[in-house]
């Protein structure tokens, strides 16, 4: 069976692309199948595992506006395993092409329905809106997770996020669940941390990982090489922890 994990939070910079490329290459390096779909018009998970966003030909837009056959646009990566439905820029279109289309949240759903009995998890990495191109990704997705950055107003925005995932549960997808939340970017040296870690669980209780992500600067560097952090740097903290959330996240099947 297949699971369909969304990565969703529409702030900006706190951990999404950076997750879903290194949870699913921590995946795959454990030896599950993973599909990762790219659906932020930024594109940065599709350069993040390597791609030149220039040789693309079809991408997730051609799949949700043009009906084109997602199996055509799946691309291979530099991890055994991992592959991709990339993005380009192009996307950025999209949001205003579905308004008029019937059944324009459910297009990314019936395109996943095609292709997900390949793989163990398809991980969707949203743009950082609560727009169609996300409501698209939570009605696809069995499951959400939530990565919040350790900082100030962490919590900030977040009722609008869970009020989002709500709304599609009783309309659109009433399968969809809460995954967990991941905290992201914990500076280890400085208090401030400590305290958005226990307000974050204090909110949402056991649905946080016990997988904590710190600041990790190669984590920062690997995208530049078009590198998971699992081939770029397999000794750093980094690859070590999001190893270590792979098998949290696939121990809670
Ligand atoms: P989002 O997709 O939510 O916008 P990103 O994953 O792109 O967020 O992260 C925002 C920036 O922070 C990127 O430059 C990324 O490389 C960096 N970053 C993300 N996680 C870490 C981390 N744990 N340590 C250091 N830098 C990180
Ligand atoms: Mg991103």
Redesign the pocket.
Known sequence: MSKIIAIA?Q?????????SVNLGAGMAALGKKVLLVDIDPQG?TTSGVGINKADVADCIYDVLINEVDPQDTILETQNEGLHIIPATIQLAGAEIELVSMISRELKLKKALNAVKGNYDYVII?CP?SLGILTINSLTAADSVII?IQCEYYALEGLSQLLNTVRLVQKNLNPHLKIEGVLL??LDARTNLGIQVIEEVKKYFQEKVYKTI?????R??EA?SHGQSIITYDPRSK?AEVYLELAKEVISYE
């Open positions: 939070n702030k900006g910079g706190v951990g999404k692309t950076t997750t940065n990495d950082p990565p992201t970017m992500i710190p600041r990790n600067v984590l920062s995208p980094g």
